[in-house]
């Protein structure tokens, strides 16, 4: 069983930066794919980024792409997930997931985290 657990959420100003962490524990990590995702309120859990620990393949959404930067520490099971340039529409909350394929399907990824609000004000 995997656990996750995030920090380092909270309230930035518009065109602040985050970096949020993952904390990983249990069996069976070293050939998981660990990815981040977001949900705003009323709206469907996003896809924002993957990793994997062996290979450090990773993928981004577009609308991530060059923001946000995922990375992992394998020494420590942590993944991280540096958010720069935020905009008021990045506030949501952020969650961790691993799973055995990299997907960004979030139906795909077995294990989860209690997730991480992330408020962005204009």
């Known amino acids: 069983q995997v656990q996750l657990i995030e920090s380092g959420g909270g309230l930035v100003q518009a065109g602040g930066s985050l970096r949020l962490s993952c904390l990983a524990s249990g069996r069976g990590l070293s050939n998981d794919a660990m990815a981040w995702f977001r949900q705003a309120p009323g709206k469907e859990r996003e896809f924002v980024s993957v990793?994997?620990?062996?290979?450090?393949?990773?993928y981004y959404a577009d609308s991530m792409k060059g923001r946000f930067t995922i990375s992992r520490d394998s020494a420590k099971n942590t993944v991280y997930l540096q958010m720069n340039s935020l905009k008021p529409e990045d506030t949501a909350v952020y969650y961790c997931?691993?799973?055995?394929?990299?997907?960004?399907?979030?139906?795909?990824?077995?294990?989860w985290g209690q997730g991480t609000q992330v408020t962005v004000s204009s």
């Open positions: 997931a691993g799973g055995t394929v990299i997907s960004r399907r979030a139906n795909d990824y077995l294990y």
């Open positions: 990793i994997t620990w062996s290979r450090y393949t990773t």
